[in-house]
T-cell receptor, first 116, second 116 residues
Framework: DARVTQTPRHKVTEMGQEVTMRCQPI?????VFWYRQTMMQGLELLAY????????DSGMPKDRFSAEMPDATLATLKIQPSEPRDSAVYFC??????????????FGPGTRLTVT | AQSVTQPDIHITVSEGASLELRCNYS??????LFWYVQSPGQGLQLLLK??????LVQGIKGFEAEFKRSQSSFNLRKPSVHWSDAAEYFC??????????????FGTGTRLTIIP
């Protein structure tokens, strides 16, 4: 049963610290998405990659956030320095082109980040 | 810009009763529509999707949804709910972005509570 995995599942850190979240997409998927979920804003798309190339990171605060795909099996989202307002659940999703360019996205379980 | 409205923040239904969750979208072209379900502490799971063709689509767990272009709606239905259906339900619209790929815009979600 293929699924998206995310680590860590929970992270508590102090303001100013660096946070790295990792995602392993489903093998064979060529698109990876990072979302943030908060009570106030709901689900927001932060960034996404296709074939490891960043396509759109317009939803991401670029002064402190960065997203990369070092290889096809790993996507990372980093926050440096972290702030209390970054507290949220961060989801990774992966997808594949169905031939009609209409993606299905498969979500990981999320990383719950708390910044104190 | 595209948007998705889920007018019901919270719905309570008795076990065995029928269910309808509302979703309205705003988009200038034919949308690609999705329903996802999120159980507490979990990621989002795809219930069903509409790309084209038959406007009544069947999904997993006994759910179905009907696309009504005239009403810009994609309501989710189930004839008889089970206690395990208690979760948060998200409607999403997929649109072509400036980069030529689909991005998902999510509604704010409807929380479903099942009472015995």
């Amino acid at each position: 049963d293929a699924r998206v995995t995310q680590t860590p599942r929970h992270k508590v850190t102090e303001m100013g610290q660096e946070v790295t979240m990792r995602c392993q997409p489903i093998l064979g998927h060529n698109t990876v998405f990072w979302y943030r979920q908060t009570m106030m804003q709901g689900l927001e798309l932060l960034a996404y990659f296709r074939n490891r190339a960043p396509l759109d990171d317009s939803g991401m605060p670029k002064d402190r956030f960065s997203a990369e795909m070092p290889d096809a099996t790993l996507a990372t989202l980093k926050i440096q320095p972290s702030e209390p307002r970054d507290s949220a659940v961060y989801f990774c999703a992966s997808g594949f082109n169905l031939g009609t360019e209409h993606y299905e996205q498969y979500f990981g379980p999320g990383t719950r980040l708390t910044v104190t | 810009a595209q948007s998705v409205t889920q007018p019901d923040i919270h719905i309570t239904v008795s076990e065995g009763a029928s269910l309808e969750l509302r979703c309205n979208y705003s988009y200038g072209a034919t949308p690609y529509l999705f329903w996802y379900v999120q159980s507490p502490g979990q990621g989002l799971q795809l219930l069903l999707k509409y790309f084209s063709g038959d406007t009544l689509v069947q999904g997993i767990k006994g759910f179905e949804a009907e696309f009504k272009r005239s009403q810009s709606s994609f309501n989710l239905r189930k004839p008889s709910v089970h206690w395990s259906d208690a979760a948060e339900y998200f409607c999403a619209v997929g649109v072509r972005s400036d980069f030529g790929n689909e991005k998902l815009t999510f509604g704010t979600g409807t929380r479903l509570t099942i009472i015995p």
